[in-house]
């Protein structure tokens, strides 16, 4: 309850501003994102992650995200999913291939400061989709299950805090530092993050 009416205020707080000024701001800026971030899973595992993206802003205060960020975890806790046989001795696993990442919608808010720093904040919506493949062993080396596949996916809310830094050598140049928190019914992570953004 406390996540959703923090998405509540953020969203009003965007868009108050964005009602006042974005009659005379009818420029709208396109921009790209790119990103490497630390990942901290329920379980405190660290992985690394990146992101890639686009967006809108539609005045200083006031903007959209679409943004896609790819781990390197390996989702293990997709086999207990498999539904496979019971057996006496555990098995062994040998991956063939597995995926982990969000692709995430986001309402943005920016809060000017003194030049060249502002305030960030983003609420919204990601969808968490995760897949692993492999083979079930014997301990004596023998196939138990081959080519064994599992997807989940799942709607999760999203929210964002951090800074900018505007370069005042490169115009179109920003950095962002930020941190993200995915909250889903299968896990809770964050996302420690330095993007860069260039205006297009």
């Known amino acids: 309850m406390k996540n959703w009416f ?3 205020i953020l969203v009003v707080f965007c868009l108050v501003p964005a009602h006042t000024t974005l ?12 990103s490497v971030s630390m990942l901290v899973s329920s379980d405190y595992s660290i992985n690394g992650a990146f992101r890639v993206g686009a967006g809108v802003d539609f005045n200083e205060r006031f903007g959209i995200e679409l943004i896609w960020d ?15 046989p019971q057996t006496i001795a555990p098995l062994k696993f040998e991956f063939h291939s597995y995926h982990y990442h969000y692709l995430t919608a986001l309402v943005v808010g920016t809060i000017p400061l003194r030049d060249p720093f502002s305030l960030v904040g983003k609420a919204g919506l990601a969808r968490h989709s995760q897949s692993i493949e492999f083979d079930a062993l014997t301990f004596g080396g023998k196939i138990f299950a081959s080519g064994v596949k599992v997807d989940d996916s799942e709607f999760v809310p999203v929210f964002s805090f951090g800074f900018v830094l505007n ?14 928190d ?12 330095v993007q860069a953004k260039f205006n297009l």
């Open 167 to 180: 370069s005042n050598r490169f115009e179109k140049l920003s950095l962002e530092f930020s941190v993200t």
């Open 23 to 34: 009659a005379a701001d009818k420029e709208f800026n396109g921009y790209v994102v790119g």
């Open 70 to 84: 790819f781990t390197s975890i390996k989702p293990d806790n997709l086999i207990r999913k498999a539904n496979l």
């Open 182 to 193: 995915y909250s889903g019914d299968s896990a809770s992570t964050g996302l420690f993050t």
């Open 6 to 8: 923090a998405a509540l």
